[in-house]
């Protein structure tokens, strides 16, 4: 396909998106636009002077195609030089005005491809479609280029599936257009459960493959010309040039190697720790290249192996010579199977010719026979006649004597069914009154069936109601037994937590008990340092007394062994519950439950004691 076939499939999508009234006419404004866009895209030197003079405005109404095509042919197409403008923008441009018409995406955001991903399938679409207007793409192609998306995508795809598909679809040309094979790839029926991300990556590898002509892509290891070192590379192989980028985005490119019939591609032994390893002879540089793996390196040389035969037999693009290919195929499969129809056409013709001379042959043969049946048929006919009526004269003859004693031995039969026929009657009117009889019976026995009826149905509702009282009855000791059990339940629970706080206290008055012994010991102990105490202290305040009221002339000595200081017994007595009660916290914590029920235990066995609080310091405090 040639460049001007290529331009010319895109600009007739933009005239017939111009065409809104679908009459095969676009008006001049709109031709003028669309000229001035194409001069733009196909950077062409503007011809303003041209342009007027073709579209003026006193030509008769809107311009056909027809009537475009030579002024699109004169300054347009034949001043487009290839390479000389970038063609995805040209598409674009084309695409653009033929979406906004007629691509449909589906409003709800379900579509399986985005925009740009469409404007990709109607470049492989124009790409793939026949030389013929309006632009089909054959179902061969349809299902070529289904593949390669799937085979992008490790999916395999259903060719029944597909073939369905195409049956279902009316068809007046022999192929899709591109507004049903974009309708067909958004249905989603070949993509089913992928991502529209996985789909999108697809579509963008075929698009480079066929559009852009990339053979392979992927990252290699470059040795260095100069410095000798290793670099990791994009490398993209197109027929003509292998180039290497920093990324794969392509935005840094670090070179390229042009490729001719004269180069060629060899495979190379591992070293300097590099391993699959291969190099590109050219006429100028050897370049050596190491890939990830063995496969790798065998679809990279196969791949540049071929981009070299291309050169070699001066085609400039792999996609466009294996559509070639499968057009001739087409071609000639479609005369093959043309031929082989007119060969069948003319073997059924033949074969009909023959089959009729021998129909007219049977149908001759045929008469013959009958004329000689008709012969046969009249002779056996006459003969038949005359046996037949000997026959029935005969049968006539015996037919009316058994007629007559027939009738006589039906008059006989007559005579006796009359008699049993009278018999009959006096029966049916023996049976009628009994009849009678059993249906005044049946009356009555229906109405007393009737009374019984209506008793049966009050007892059934009285019985019913009683029903309904004794459901209600169990339902409502149902819900008593239930509220019982979840009382029996909590006063279980009760029950176990008083156990549980029996058994605690049993525990504690133990510790009571312990406790109490040894605060009777640690009390034993006390009222023994107390004696000790009263003793050293009745020493005191007898030496005291003394020193108080010093004896005077004339006055008598009291007698103070026995009683001592009248006002220290109080302060011993209320030094001693301190005492105690101090005992009582420091052994128990601060628990004032248990306190109280060791108090009221202490009080109870021993309550006439008075333990002394702090017997040393009573001990000590007149010492100093």
């Not at 933009?14 to 006419?25: H, I, N, P, R, Y």
């Not at 040209?90 to 018409?101: G, N």
């Not at 791949?303 to 070639?324: C, P, V, W």
């Not at 628990?591 to 609080?613: A, W």
Request: glycine content about 4%; some cysteine.
């Amino acid at each position: 396909m040639d460049l001007r076939a290529e331009l010319l499939k895109s600009i007739w999508y933009a005239f017939t998106a111009l065409d809104v009234e679908k009459s095969g006419k676009v008006s001049k404004s709109q031709l003028k636009v669309l000229s001035h866009n194409l001069y733009t895209v196909l950077c062409i030197p503007h011809d303003p002077v041209a342009l007027e003079e073709h579209f003026r405005d006193d030509d008769d109404g809107p311009v056909s195609s027809q009537g475009y095509m030579p002024y699109l042919n004169k300054y347009i197409l034949d001043k487009v030089v290839e390479g000389a403008f970038v063609k995805e923008n040209f598409d674009e441009l084309c695409w653009t005005l033929t979406a906004k018409k007629n691509y449909k995406p589906d409003r709800n955001g379900n579509s399986v491809v985005s925009h740009q991903d469409a404007f990709k399938l109607w470049c492989l679409f124009n790409f793939l479609s026949e030389d013929k207007y309006p632009l089909v793409m054959v179902p061969d192609e349809v299902e070529y280029l289904l593949k390669k998306i799937c085979t992008a995508m490790n999916v395999e795809l259903s060719s029944c599936e597909l073939d369905d598909y195409l049956c279902q679809e009316p068809q007046g040309q022999s192929g899709l257009t591109v507004w049903q094979f974009l309708d067909m790839v958004n249905s989603g029926r070949f993509l089913r459960g992928i991502e529209q991300e996985a789909v999108s990556m697809a579509i963008e590898e075929v698009y480079q493959e066929v559009i852009e002509d990339v053979l392979k892509q992927g990252y290699l290891w470059k040795k260095g010309h100069l410095r000798r070192n290793w670099s990791e590379r994009w490398f993209t192989l197109k027929p003509s040039v292998l180039s290497y980028y920093m990324s794969e985005e392509r935005k840094e490119k670090k070179g390229s190697i042009t490729l001719d019939k004269h180069c060629c591609v060899e495979v190379l032994p591992d070293r300097d720790g590099k391993r699959c390893m291969f190099c590109v002879k050219t006429p100028s540089r050897t370049y050596e290249m190491s890939a990830s793996d063995t496969r790798q390196r065998q679809e990279w040389t196969l791949a540049i192996q071929t981009a070299i035969r291309l050169q070699a037999e001066g085609k400039k693009s792999l996609h466009k010579d294996l559509k070639q290919k499968r057009r001739e195929q087409r071609e000639q499969r479609e005369q093959r199977k043309a031929a082989k129809e007119e060969e069948t056409q003319r073997l059924k013709q033949l074969q009909e010719e023959k089959e009729r001379k021998l129909q007219e042959l049977e149908l001759l043969k045929e008469a013959q026979r009958q004329a000689e049946m008709l012969l046969q048929e009249e002779e056996q006919r006459r003969r038949q006649q005359h046996e037949e009526m000997q026959r029935t004269l005969e049968i006539q003859l015996r037919e009316a004597e058994q007629a007559r004693a027939s009738m006589q031995a039906e008059m006989v039969l007559k005579e006796a069914e009359a008699e049993r026929q009278r018999k009959r009657i006096l029966e049916l009117e023996d049976m009628q009154e009994r009849l009678q009889e059993a249906l005044q019976q049946e009356v009555k026995a229906r109405q007393d069936e009737e009374s019984v009826r209506y008793a049966q149905a009050r007892l059934l509702a009285e019985e019913e109601e009683k029903l309904k009282q004794l459901m209600k009855l169990k339902e409502e000791q149902e819900e008593y037994i239930i509220k019982t059990q979840r009382e029996k339940q909590v006063l279980k629970q009760e029950m176990e937590n008083k156990n549980k706080c029996l058994e605690e206290a049993q525990k504690q008055l133990e510790e009571v008990r312990l406790n109490r012994q040894r605060v009777d010991q640690d009390f034993m102990a006390a009222q023994r340092k107390l004696r000790q105490a009263s003793t050293n202290v009745k020493h005191w305040n007898v030496q005291m007394n003394r020193l108080m009221h010093p004896i005077g002339p004339g006055d008598k000595r009291t007698n103070v062994s026995g009683g001592g200081f009248a006002g220290y017994q109080p302060l011993l007595s209320q030094r001693d519950s301190s005492f105690k009660l101090k005992q009582k916290v420091e052994d128990k914590g601060s628990d004032p439950t248990k306190d109280i029920s060791k108090e009221s235990v202490s009080n109870g066995g021993n309550s006439s004691m008075l333990p002394s609080p702090d017997v040393d310091t009573m001990a000590t405090e007149p010492s100093n």
